[in-house]
Nanobody
């Protein structure tokens, strides 16, 4: 069993930056891949970024590529999402999730086993 908790959300103006963190506890391991998803009101949950457990290879949705950076600190069992050049369309609840590293697919909610409760990010002037 793995418990996840996101932090760092808030209100930011367009063009601003935020740093989200996801802390993991329980049976954590570098063999777990980590992902970030988001869900805006009235929309389906969508993939944002993912990072492999062992290789630290990263993946990004086209909509955030070049603006968001995912990273992990295995010693602290934490994964971060650095968000810059934020736009109103980035407004959503952001969730972190974990998956076994052997699972190749990483873009779908069904690929992940454990989820955090989410943190709200609002981009507005």
């Amino acid at each position: 069993q793995v418990q996840l908790e996101e932090s760092g959300g808030g209100l930011v103006q367009p063009g601003g930056s935020l740093r989200l963190s996801c802390s993991a506890s329980g049976h954590t391991s570098t063999l777990y891949g980590m992902g970030w998803f988001r869900q805006a009101p009235g929309k389906e949950r969508e993939f944002v970024a993912a990072i492999r457990g062992s290789s630290a290879v990263t993946y990004y949705a086209d909509s955030v590529k070049g603006r968001f950076t995912i990273s992990r600190d295995n010693a602290k069992a934490t994964v971060m999402l650095e968000m810059s050049s934020l736009i109103p369309e980035d407004t959503a609840v952001y969730y972190c999730a974990t998956q076994p590293n052997y699972r190749v697919s990483h873009k779908y909610s069904r690929d992940y086993d454990y989820w955090g409760p989410g943190t709200q990010v609002t981009v507005s002037s």
